[in-house]
C-alpha cells in the first residue's frame, strides 16, 4: 500500500488584535489555496486551523517528508495570507517568514513543521497538538509520558505489543546534534538531557522491533525550529505542534490526552520571558490574553481514511479538563504575582535571545569594581 504522509505546517503571519488571535480571513486565504492544491491532485486532504496567532495547515499527500512541492505550497500559502493580513493592518503580518524567497525546503526559514511519512493502518487515529506562546521544550514532558511512564499510559504495564517500550530521537538544538535512546532501558539518562527542555527536544518517537508499528516510521514527531536561531534575535516564541498516532499497539487516546492534566510549566508566555502553565483548551477559547497568556495547547483528533481526514474533534473541548484550565488560573495568579523575579521571569541565560540584553548594555557603563 502506498504510504501517505502528514504534514503539519505552521507560522505566525499575523494577529489580531496584537498576538491574540488569527483573523477568519486568513483562515479562508489558507483554506482557497490548499483547496487549489487539493483539486490540482498535490494534496490529498487539508486541514486549516489556528492556536493563538499561530495558522496551522494540516495537509496529507503521497510525496514524502521534505518535499519541496508541499513545503512550497505552505511557503505561498503564507505568504498569500500575509497578503490577506497587511490588508487588514494586522498585527506583525509576515512575523514568521524570516525569509525573503522560498529556496526548496521550508526548514530555517521561519515557519514550524512536524510531518511523518507512515502506512496508513485499517484505522488509523492521529492527533493535531497547537500550541501557542511557548517553545519546542514543551513537548518533552508529555511526549515522555505517553510513551514512557507507566503512571501515565497503562498499556506500557498491561499491553503486550508495546510492554517492551520505544525509541525516542532527542536532538540537541543548540549543538545540531541528535541521539536515539531507547526506554525504559535508558530512561535515566535520557530524563538527564531532556528535563533540560530549552535545549534538548524530543523531535521523534519509534516503535520497537516486535511491535504492530513498522520501526522505520515515526509515532510521534514534533516541530523543533528555534526562531531565534534563524533571525539572530527574539522575534516571537516558536510556538511548537507535534503530530501523534494512537490505539492498537500505542498509547490509546486516554493516554495521549492524560498528561495535559497537569498544566505543567513552559518558558513563553509574556514577550516569550515567562514560565507559566500550559492551559489544554478548546478551538474556541485558545486565545492567549491574560498576560498575553497563559501558554496554550489545542488537540485536533483525526482518523484518517485513505489519507483523507475525518474531524477533528476538539478533544481538550470537554468537562473532564476543566479542573486543570482551574488549576493552571491558580498556577497563573502566582506565578504573576512574582512580576519581573525569578523563576516567573526566565533566568537571564535564557533572556539572552529576547530584547533584555540592549536594556543591560545601557547599563554596562555605570558599573564599577567592587572592592
Ligand atoms: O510572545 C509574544 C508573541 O509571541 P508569538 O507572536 O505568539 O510568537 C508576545 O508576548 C509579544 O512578545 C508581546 O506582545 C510584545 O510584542 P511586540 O509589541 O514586541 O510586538
Ligand atoms: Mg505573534
Ligand atoms: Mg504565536
Ligand atoms: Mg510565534
Not at 138 to 161: C, V
Not at 324 to 335: F, G, H, N, P, S
Request: aromatic share 8%; hydrophobic share 40%.
Amino acid at each position: 500500500m502506498t504510504k501517505i504522509t502528514i504534514s503539519l505546517i505552521k507560522a505566525d503571519v499575523g494577529g489580531y488584535p496584537g498576538h491574540c488571535s488569527v483573523h477568519p480571513e486568513l483562515i479562508k486565504t489558507a483554506e482557497e489555496k490548499l483547496e487549489e492544491a487539493k483539486k490540482s491532485g498535490c494534496l490529498v486532504d487539508y486541514r486549516v486551523m489556528a492556536c493563538g496567532d499561530d495558522l496551522e495547515l494540516l495537509m496529507s499527500h503521497r510525496t514524502g517528508c521534505d518535499c519541496g512541492d508541499i513545503h512550497g505550497l505552505a511557503w505561498e500559502t503564507f505568504e498569500a495570507a500575509t497578503e490577506t493580513a497587511k490588508g487588514l493592518k494586522l498585527y506583525g503580518y509576515g512575523q514568521d517568514l524570516l525569509a525573503d524567497a522560498f529556496s526548496g525546503n521550508i526548514k530555517g526559514m521561519g515557519p514550524g513543521v512536524a510531518e511523518m511519512e507512515i502506512t496508513e493502518r485499517t484505522a488509523e487515529p492521529i492527533i493535531a497538538f497547537m500550541m501557542d506562546k511557548t517553545e519546542p521544550g514543551a513537548f518533552n514532558l508529555p511526549i515522555f509520558k505517553m510513551f514512557a511512564d507507566p503512571f501515565n499510559t497503562a498499556g506500557l504495564i498491561i499491553d503486550p505489543s508495546f510492554h517492551h517500550g520505544f525509541t525516542f530521537e532527542v536532538w540537541d538544538i543548540l549543538e545540531h546534534k541528535k541521539v536515539l535512546m531507547n526506554c525504559p532501558e535508558e530512561m535515566y539518562d535520557m530524563l538527564a538531557l531532556i528535563g533540560a527542555k530549552s535545549r534538548y527536544v524530543i523531535k521523534r518517537v519509534f516503535a520497537k522491533p516486535g511491535s504492530k508499528i513498522p520501526q522505520s516510521e515515526p509515532v510521534a514527531v514534533i516541530s523543533t525550529e528555534k526562531l531565534y536561531q534563524t533571525a539572530g534575535k527574539y522575534v516571537g516564541k516558536d510556538d511548537p505542534v507535534a503530530l501523534v498516532r494512537s490505539q492498537s499497539g500505542l498509547p490509546a487516546l486516554g493516554e495521549v490526552l492524560e498528561p495535559f492534566s497537569i498544566g505543567h510549566l513552559v518558558s513563553g508566555w509574556m514577550r516569550g520571558s515567562h514560565n507559566g502553565p500550559l492551559m489544554p483548551c478548546s478551538f474556541d477559547t485558545a486565545h492567549p490574553t491574560r498576560f498575553d497568556g497563559p501558554p496554550r495547547v489545542i488537540a485536533a483528533g483525526f482518523q484518517l481514511a485513505e489519507g483523507k481526514f475525518v474531524g477533528p474533534v476538539d478533544l481538550f473541548n470537554d468537562l473532564a479538563f476543566d479542573r486543570v484550565r482551574q488549576r493552571c488560573l491558580e498556577i497563573t495568579d502566582y506565578m504573576r504575582a512574582h512580576g519581573p523575579f525569578e523563576p516567573h521571569r526566565l533566568p537571564m541565560e535564557e533572556m539572552e535571545y529576547t530584547t533584555l540584553p540592549h536594556v543591560m548594555d545601557c547599563l554596562r557603563d555605570r558599573f564599577v569594581d567592587t572592592e
